[in-house]
C-alpha cells in the first residue's frame, strides 16, 4: 500500500491535460475539499501523454496517476502500458478511463500494468447509466470511501439496491463485443479511414486532431478553420446527422475547445472541432452521403455573412 493513503497530508495526484471531465472535475473538487493537490501533465500535439513526462512529476506523496485510455474527442490512444509500468516502478496506483477504449479494442486486464479501470455500457451499445471500475487482481487496493452510503452492497463500496436488468445488458453488451469484435473493429477502421479522406480531401482549411496512427477504430476528429462548430453541428443536425462537438470553454476572456486549445492550436482553429464516429448501422454510401453534406455546408458557412 502507499504510505501516503494513511497521511494527513494531502495526496499528490497526476493527470493529463486532456481527461474527461468526469475524472478531471472529480480530482479538481477533491482538491477544493483539501484531500489532493492536482497536476496537470501536457500532451504532445496530437494528444499522446508521454510517459516519461509521468515519471518526471512523481513524487514521494504521489498517491494515483489517471490518464485516459483513448480519448473521447480527438480519439487519440494513449502508452497506457508503458505508463502503466512508470507507475508499478515507483510503487504508484494507476487508473485509466477506458470508456472509449474498450468498446473499440480488446485487452486483458491481467496483461497491463493498471491498478483500475473505469468502463460504461453505452459506448458499446449497452444501456445508459451503468459502468464499472475493473480491479487487477494484482492491485495494491486501498480502502474506498463510498461516495453513496447507507448499504453495504458492492463490498461496501456503493450503497443501494443493484439495477439488475442494466447490469445484465452491460454484460450482455460487452458478450456481444467479445463475439463480434474483429468484424466490428475492421467495419469501424474501415469507415473511419474513409470519412477522413474523404473530408481531408475535400474541406480546404480542415486538419485532423489526434493521432493519426494510434486513434481509436471508429472516432475522426477534425478542425475547420475559422468556422465555429455549435452552428456546424446544429446545421448538421438539422440535416438528418448526429455529430458532436468537444467540451467548449467560452467566456469573455477565453474562447474556444478547451482540448484544442491544449493542443496548442491557435485561434482561428480553436472553434471549429468536430468529432464524427462510426458505427455498425454505417455504410460506405452513408459516409459519402455524410461528407457530401458536410463539405456544402462548411462552404455555405464560410462564404455566407450569416455565418460570420
Not at 131 to 156: N, Y
Not at 204 to 221: E, V
Request: aromatic fraction near 6%.
Amino acid at each position: 500500500m502507499n504510505k501516503w493513503c494513511k497521511s494527513n497530508e494531502p495526496g499528490h495526484v497526476l493527470i493529463s491535460a486532456l481527461e474527461h471531465s468526469a475524472v478531471r472535475e472529480t480530482v479538481f473538487s477533491l482538491q477544493s475539499f483539501g484531500f489532493c493537490t492536482v497536476e496537470i501533465v501536457p500532451t504532445d500535439n496530437t494528444g499522446i501523454t508521454d510517459p516519461q513526462e509521468i515519471a518526471k512529476r512523481i513524487k514521494k506523496n504521489t498517491v494515483i496517476v489517471s490518464i485516459i485510455f483513448g480519448n473521447n474527442e480527438i480519439g487519440t490512444i494513449n502508452p497506457i502500458s508503458e505508463i502503466g509500468a512508470v507507475c508499478r516502478e515507483n510503487g504508484v496506483l494507476f487508473h485509466s478511463d477506458a470508456t472509449q477504449y474498450a468498446a473499440h479494442a480488446q485487452f486483458k486486464l491481467t496483461e497491463i500494468p493498471v491498478d483500475y479501470i473505469t468502463i460504461a455500457a453505452h459506448k458499446c451499445y449497452g444501456p445508459k447509466g451503468v459502468g464499472a471500475v475493473l480491479i487487477h487482481p494484482d492491485a495494491k487496493l486501498i480502502p474506498i470511501t463510498p461516495v453513496i452510503s447507507g448499504g453495504k452492497q458492492e463490498k461496501g463500496r456503493r450503497a443501494g439496491t443493484h439495477n439488475v436488468p442494466y447490469i445484465v445488458g452491460m454484460a450482455e453488451a460487452y458478450a456481444l463485443l467479445r463475439e463480434t469484435a474483429s468484424e466490428r473493429f475492421a467495419h469501424e477502421s474501415m469507415l473511419r479511414n474513409l470519412l477522413i479522406r474523404e473530408v481531408l480531401n475535400s474541406i480546404p482549411d480542415t486538419i485532423l486532431t489526434g493521432a493519426p496512427g494510434h486513434r481509436l477504430a471508429n472516432h475522426a476528429s477534425f478542425s475547420f478553420k475559422n468556422v465555429d462548430s455549435l452552428l456546424l453541428q446544429s446545421i448538421l443536425d438539422q440535416r438528418g446527422y448526429a455529430v458532436s462537438i468537444g467540451s467548449a470553454c467560452r467566456s469573455n476572456l477565453r474562447h474556444g475547445q478547451q482540448q484544442l486549445i491544449e493542443l496548442g492550436l491557435s485561434d482561428e482553429w480553436i472553434n471549429g472541432g468536430l468529432r464524427i464516429t462510426t458505427g455498425l448501422s454505417n455504410t460506405e454510401s452513408s459516409i459519402m452521403d455524410f461528407c457530401e453534406v458536410l463539405s456544402e455546408t462548411v462552404t455555405e458557412m464560410r462564404n455566407s455573412h450569416r455565418y460570420g
